[in-house]
């Protein structure tokens, strides 16, 4: 059950992460950890960085709630 529970939050925070990105609001893009990945990498390097990390969390977090990882 702590799996499956785990697995729809980590899919959530994917989820989460790519809206965050998509909609670039200012609380979520103007934070330390995102303003410096901006200032070195640029804006669409940190956006494509963003969308893969989101992919991953989901994707993770759907095999962890389907019960094929552990």
Wanted: no cysteine.
């Amino acid at each position: 059950m702590a799996s499956i529970v785990g697995g729809v939050l980590l899919a959530v925070m994917g989820y989460f992460l790519a809206f965050m990105t998509y909609k670039k609001w200012s609380l979520f893009w103007s934070s330390v950890n995102t303003r410096l990945l901006r200032e070195y990498l640029g804006d669409s390097v940190t956006s494509t960085i963003l969308y893969v990390l989101s992919m991953v969390f989901f994707l993770l977090g759907v095999l962890l709630a389907a019960g094929v990882v552990h």
